[in-house]
C-alpha cells in the first residue's frame, strides 16, 4: 500500500563491513539501487535504520535523505 500509489524502493539491513568503511563502498551502493529504483519508476525511496545509528542517519543525509518517520514492528 502506498499513497497516491506512487511507486516506492524500499532500502532495508544494509551494512558496510566496519574494515571496508571509507572507501566509497556503502554510497556507490546506494547510488546503484537509488538508480535501479528511479529506472523502475520509483518516486521515493525509503529505508530504513536503527534510531541509535547516528553516523548511519549522517551518511544517509548526506546522500539527500530526509528523516521523515518513525518507524513500528511487530515481533511474531
Known amino acids: ?3 497516491r500509489g506512487a511507486w516506492r524502493g524500499q532500502i532495508e ?12 563502498l556503502g554510497q556507490r551502493l546506494l547510488e546503484w539501487a ?8 520509483c518516486r521515493v525511496v525509503q529505508l530504513t535504520t536503527n534510531k541509535s545509528r547516528l553516523d548511519a542517519h549522517r551518511f544517509y543525509e548526506r546522500l539527500g535523505f530526509k528523516a521523515s518517520h518513525i518507524g513500528y514492528k511487530l515481533e511474531l
Not at 539491513?13 to 566509497?24: H, I, L, N, P, T
Not at 537509488?34 to 519508476?41: F, W
Open 34 to 41: 537509488i538508480d535501479k529504483c528511479r529506472e523502475r519508476g
Open 1 to 3: 500500500l502506498s499513497q
Open 13 to 24: 539491513a544494509v551494512r558496510v563491513a566496519s574494515s571496508r568503511r571509507g572507501e566509497g
